[in-house]
């Protein structure tokens, strides 16, 4: 399997719903990642967990929760969120960071989660 | 710090032409470059990277890319492009003394529009 799934494919919420994104991958990848993708812009990192410990926070607001119950699962959970949060939101992983030529490694991405914020 | 630029908002070929795609990096010490592609509404797909040695890197689809380190680019090339690379396509960058800890620096994205 060289797949990262991303559930759901598409989100509409309001700004008081709680709501989960959910990303799963079985390539034995120890390195995990959420972007958030604006249109015709590059992604921008939001968090990196490595060896399910988060590793990375790029100052993300704190309505955006991340959460890896273990090696394979990463989710992002949304709560009052604002309609500037609507994006297409990515989930990645590699092999692993921190050892090593890892930075060589090449990131797997998901097909996204489009997430609407009325 | 470490960045990439890609100055082309959009390129626009007729299919069977070749085609590049320019990017330029800046790093403190030696980079690792990588092309991505991204097809509407769909996550990023890896096309090639670069590590190191040879300077002409081939990778998916029909894809290559040339290391230039005195010019400091890495621009994609196709020597004939199809209807179905109309895409957005990402040039990233990291410093090779980075061990994967801080995420990729991605370029702004290139349309790549080939016309039939």
């Known amino acids: 399997d060289t797949e990262v799934t991303q559930t759901p494919k598409h989100l509409v919420m309001g700004m008081t719903n709680k709501k989960s994104l959910k990303c799963e991958q079985h390539?034995?990848?120890?390195?995990m990642y959420w972007y958030k993708q604006k249109a015709k812009k590059p992604p921008e990192l939001m968090f990196v967990?490595?060896?399910?410990?988060?590793?990375i926070n790029e100052s993300v607001p704190s309505r955006f929760s991340p959460e890896c119950p273990n090696s394979s699962l990463l989710n992002l959970h949304l709560h009052a969120l604002q309609p500037e949060d609507s994006a297409l939101y990515l989930c990645?992983?590699?092999?692993?960071?921190?050892?090593?030529?890892?930075?060589?490694?090449?990131?797997?991405f998901g097909a996204g989660s489009r997430l609407t914020v009325l | 710090a470490q960045s990439v630029a890609q100055p082309e908002d959009q390129v626009n070929v007729a299919e069977g032409n070749p085609l590049t795609v320019k990017c330029t990096y800046s790093?403190?010490?030696?980079?690792?470059l990588f092309w991505y592609v991204q097809y509407p509404n769909r996550g990023l797909q890896f096309l090639l990277k670069y590590i190191t040695g040879d300077n002409l890197v081939k990778g998916s689809y029909g894809f290559e890319a040339e290391f230039n380190k005195s010019q400091t680019s890495f621009h994609l090339k196709k020597p004939s492009a199809l209807v179905s690379d109309s895409a957005l396509y990402f040039c990233a960058v990291r410093d090779v003394a980075d061990t994967g800890r801080r995420a990729l620096t991605f370029g702004s994205g290139t349309r790549l529009q080939v016309q039939p």
């Open positions: 990645a992983s590699s092999p692993g960071v921190g050892t090593g030529n890892s930075g060589a490694n090449v990131l797997t």
């Open positions: 967990y490595s060896y399910e410990k988060l590793s």
């Open positions: 390539m034995g990848h120890r390195a």
């Open positions: 790093v403190s010490g030696n980079p690792y």
